[in-house]
């Protein structure tokens, strides 16, 4: 069993040194447990929060163990009666080729229906965050405009598509001309590169409307251009906050906390943090079956990166914190 433990807690940009590869021998399942063979690993932003200790919402990964991720595997060999040998599930077998996992968490997956890469991706966790997030705090109304960071990747490129069905106007963020591109390719109104050097003044010129829905994915600068063109009564479902997984101190700059209050006790202003495993039981199914009819007629597109071997994993990783990735990180890890 190939695995990627983790060595040490990375300080800032996780460097090779912090993970281990190592190989051990295959475990066997007992009572009510499946043996799985890793066939896809999803590489997600929030495994950045699991390396470290800080307190958060979940536990952190300790160091000596492998790193936890969400698979595509195939069932090698089932002590349970709900699954048999040959089956596609998905799973949650972290950076290794093969895990034994209880029967209880694992979900069957139909290749014939999707391909099964896409349960990690659109739908999959980051395709429902952007659904639950955008229609249950976001609460998008046709005619409003609806805008996104970090735009091309498994949830901005999800939520621009979606607030789309629901007759927004939409605005897309993405580092680079090929993302902004790609971001007109999914239909986009308005596509902007934060790479760019006046974020605020296009936005100010492209957006003159003002934004009533901002899902907030990465935060730094890009949420400094938002602030002033969000509309009264905008709101901001707070999703994640990319731009600064890997920062070791404080942004430069004035403390900028005044204004934002500012903000937003002048405009009526709704930010809501939230964490998708929130919403699961009482919106999955709906998503499932929304999602799967949008990708289904085409209105919900999705792309995805996909990188062979496990032990490209950590810097496939850490690419992705930093925009190398196009579309959802995954890596095969077998066939
Ligand atoms: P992505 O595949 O979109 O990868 C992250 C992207 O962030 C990069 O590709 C890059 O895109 C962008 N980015 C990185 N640094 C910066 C920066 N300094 N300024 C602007 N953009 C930057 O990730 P996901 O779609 O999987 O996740 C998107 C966000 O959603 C993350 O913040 C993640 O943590 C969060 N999330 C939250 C969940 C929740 O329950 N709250 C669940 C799942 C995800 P580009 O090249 O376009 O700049």
Known sequence: NRRIRLASRPVGVPQPEDFIHDDAPIGSPGEGEVLLRTRYLSLDPYMRGRLSDAKSYAKPVEVGDVIVGATVSEVVESNSAEFSAGQTVLSYGGWQSYSVEPAAHLRLLDPEAAPVTTALGVLGMPGFTAYSGLLEIGRPQAGETVAVAAATGPVGSAVGQIAKVKGCTTVGIAGGPEKVAYLEELGFDV??????????????????????????????????????????????????LAAGYNATEAPAGPDRSAGLMRNIL????????????????SMFSDF????????????????????????????????????????????????
């Open 191 to 240: 596509a902007l590169d934060h790479r760019g050097d006046d974020l605020r003044g296009a936005l100010k010129q492209a957006v003159p409307q003002g934004i009533d829905v901002y899902f907030e994915n990465v935060s730094g600068p890009v949420w400094d251009a938002v602030l002033p063109r969000l509309n009264t009564f905008a709101r901001v479902p707070v999703c994640g």
């Open 266 to 281: 002048t405009k009526s202003l709704l930010l809501r943090g939230f964490i998708q495993t929130e919403f699961v039981e």
């Open 288 to 335: 499932l079956r929304d999602m799967g009819q949008w990708v289904r007629e085409g209105k919900v597109k999705y792309r995805e990166d996909i990188t062979e071997g496990i032990d490209n994993a950590p810097q496939t990783f850490v690419g992705m914190l930093e925009g190398k990735n196009f579309g959802k990180t995954i890596i095969q890890v077998g066939e």
